[in-house]
C-alpha cells in the first residue's frame, strides 16, 4: 500500500464548489477569501478536510474543469497568494485541503494546445493525441476536427473543447498511437509532476483526480493507467509521502494499485449509488432496494483485499441534490449511512443544511442539468442568502428562489435540524475508530425491499452494530448487548434483541 498520511483515516471531506460558497468582494461569484473566512463553519460541523473544485485560470465551459493554466488561480477566485493563505488558514484549524487536479485533458484554450495545432513542430505537437490525417476519425473517440493548420483530428474527453492530453496508448495499433513512454507522453507524465510539485510545495495536501482512471488510452484493463499512476506516487513518495490522493475512478481495486489513498462511489456505471439516493424509489425513502447496491459493494470491496477506501459522497456538483429526491428525516438516515461507511465520506457543501436543486434554471458554464445543484450556498436570511452583497440579477446562479430555503444560520441555532443531526453523527464518527475510513465492514442485512440497512463496523476490539431502517416496518436483530452510542427515532432493546422502529437508526458498540 502507498505511504498514507494519517489525518486522511478520520477524515470527513467537505466539498467547496468555489464559485458558489462565499464572495466577499461583490462580483457575484464566489472567490478563495470567502471560503478562507467560512472555514470555521466547517469546522464547527466537524469537518477535517476540504476538497476544493477547479479553482485554475479557465474560460469555465466546463465550471473549470477546462483549464487554461494549472499554475494559476483564476482572477475571479482571486491569487495565488489567496490560496496559499487558505492552506495556511486551514492548517492552523488542524484542517487539510485537497485541490481539484485535471490531468486528462485542458481547455482548448490553453496555450499547449495553440501550439499543438500548428502545422510546423513543436515542443506541444505530441501533447495533444492526433491522428495524422484530418480525414481519419478513430472509432469509439470523440475528436476535434477542421480547426487548425495541423492535418489531423485531435481526440477530446468529455465536451468538445477539451481536448485530451497524451499519455500515450497501451497496445498502439496505428501509426500516430504512441507508446506510453514516448517522448511526447513521457513529457506530458512529468508536467503533470511539475504541477503536483508546484501546489504541493504552496501547501495543498494532495488532490481529487478528475478521471483518474481514463489517461491511457487503448487500455480496457487499466494496466497501463495503473503503471502511470504508480510512478506518479513513486514521486509523490519520495518528495511529498504526505500528500493524499482520491481518484475519480470508481474501480478501487485497480485506482488502489495504482498507488491511490482512496477511491470513489460514481453516480454513474454499474455501483448502484443511485439506488440507495436518487432513482423512482430511492431506498433511503423507504421503499426501495439497497440490496443490488450492497452486492457490488461488497463485490469491489472483495477485489481490493477488503480495503474499503471507497469514498461515498452525499451528492456533488455532478449530480441532483439529495434534497431532491429524499425528504428531510428520511435524509438524516441517509447521513447515518454516510457517516458510518468505510472510506472518507464527502459532504457536498449545503446538502448538511438541505440545500434543494434549484428547479428550471439555465446552463451556467456547462452545467447543464447539473446548474440547479450548484447554486448558491444559504448561510442566512440577509441579502443573496449572505453569499453576495452583489445585484440579486448579477449573481453568477441565482439563489433558491423559494421562501422557506434552508440557511446555515437557522439550522445552526436547532438543535432538532439536519445540520444538528450531521454535527453529531460526524461526532460519533470520529470519537470512534471503528466507523471510520479503516474499519472492516460485514454486512447483516442488504436493505431487499422491506428490509433496513444493517452491518457491523470492526477496528482491533471495537465492534459498532449499525442498523439503518427507513423502511414503514420494525427489524430485530439478535445480537449481544451493547452500548447505544448514536440513535435516532426510536428502537427497545431487550436481552439478545435489537429492535429499530420504522424511520430509525441506531449504531449500538459491542
Ligand atoms: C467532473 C465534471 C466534469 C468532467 C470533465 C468530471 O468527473 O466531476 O464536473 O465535467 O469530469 O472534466
Known amino acids: 500500500m502507498a505511504k498514507r498520511p494519517e489525518w486522511l483515516d478520520n477524515a470527513v471531506f467537505y466539498e467547496i464548489y468555489p464559485q458558489s460558497f462565499k464572495d466577499t468582494d ?183 483526480v478528475d478521471m483518474a482512471g481514463s489517461l491511457v488510452k487503448n487500455d480496457p484493463e487499466g494496466k497501463g493507467t495503473i503503471s502511470l499512476w504508480q510512478d506518479i506516487r513513486k514521486f509523490l513518495d519520495e518528495e511529498f509521502p504526505e500528500a493524499a490522493m482520491v481518484s475519480e475512478w470508481g474501480e478501487p481495486d485497480k485506482s488502489l494499485a495504482g498507488g491511490f489513498h482512496m477511491d470513489f462511489l460514481l453516480h454513474f456505471g454499474p455501483s448502484h449509488y443511485n439506488d440507495l439516493f436518487r432513482c423512482e424509489k430511492p431506498f433511503f425513502e423507504g421503499n426501495g432496494d439497497a440490496s443490488e447496491f450492497v452486492r457490488k459493494y461488497i463485490e469491489s470491496y472483495e477485489k481490493s483485499e477488503r480495503r474499503g477506501l471507497i469514498c461515498i459522497p452525499s451528492g456533488n456538483h455532478d449530480m441532483d441534490r439529495l434534497a431532491r429526491h429524499i425528504s428531510e428525516e428520511k435524509r438524516k438516515l441517509a447521513f447515518a449511512f454516510l457517516l458510518s461507511m468505510p472510506g472518507a465520506p464527502y459532504i457536498y457543501y449545503g446538502d448538511e443544511i438541505g440545500m434543494r436543486y434549484v428547479e428550471g434554471l439555465n446552463s451556467v458554464e456547462g452545467g447543464y442539468g447539473r446548474t440547479g445543484s450548484r447554486s448558491p450556498m444559504q448561510w442566512d436570511d440577509s441579502i443573496n442568502a449572505g453569499f453576495s452583497s452583489a445585484p440579486s440579477d448579477k449573481l453568477y446562479i441565482p439563489i433558491d428562489p423559494s421562501g422557506d430555503r434552508p440557511t446555515a444560520k437557522a439550522q445552526m441555532g436547532d438543535a432538532g435540524s439536519l445540520r444538528s443531526e450531521v454535527k453529531k453523527l460526524i461526532e460519533t464518527r470520529q470519537a470512534h475508530p471503528a466507523l471510520q475510513s479503516l474499519g472492516e465492514i460485514e454486512f447483516v442485512c442488504d436493505g431487499a425491499p422491506g428490509k433496513p440497512l444493517a452491518y457491523i463496523r470492526a477496528l482491533s476490539e471495537e465492534k459498532i452494530l449499525v442498523v439503518i431502517n427507513p423502511t414503514g416496518k420494525e427489524y430485530t436483530v439478535d445480537c449481544a448487548d451493547g452500548d447505544v452510542i448514536y440513535s435516532f427515532g426510536s428502537y427497545e432493546l431487550k436481552a439478545g434483541a435489537l429492535t429499530v422502529n420504522a424511520g430509525s437508526a441506531v449504531f449500538m458498540e459491542l
Open 26 to 208: 461583490g462580483d457575484g461569484i464566489g472567490n478563495i477569501k470567502g471560503i478562507t473566512e467560512k472555514l470555521d463553519y466547517i469546522r464547527e460541523l466537524g469537518c477535517t478536510a476540504v476538497w476544493l473544485n477547479p479553482c485554475f485560470d479557465s474560460p469555465f465551459g466546463d465550471a473549470g474543469y477546462d483549464v487554461a493554466d494549472y499554475y494559476k488561480v483564476a482572477p475571479r477566485y482571486g491569487t495565488n497568494d489567496d490560496l496559499k493563505e487558505l492552506f495556511d488558514c486551514a492548517h492552523k484549524l488542524g484542517m487539510h485541503v485537497i485541490l481539484d487536479l485535471v490531468p486528462g485533458h485542458t481547455s482548448w484554450d490553453h496555450p499547449w494546445f495553440k501550439e499543438s495545432m500548428k502545422a510546423q513542430r513543436n515542443e506541444y505537437t505530441d501533447r495533444y493525441v492526433w491522428t495524422d490525417s484530418i480525414w481519419e476519425e478513430p472509432a469509439g473517440y470523440g475528436t476535434l476536427r477542421g480547426i487548425s493548420d495541423r492535418d489531423g483530428s485531435c481526440i477530446v474527453n468529455f465536451f468538445t473543447h477539451q481536448p485530451a492530453l497524451n499519455y500515450g496508448f497501451y497496445k498502439p495499433e496505428k501509426t500516430w498511437q504512441q507508446s506510453m513512454d514516448a517522448p511526447g507522453p513521457m513529457a506530458t507524465r512529468e508536467e503533470i509532476k511539475n504541477i503536483m510539485r508546484f501546489w504541493l510545495s504552496m501547501g495543498c495536501d494532495g488532490f481529487r
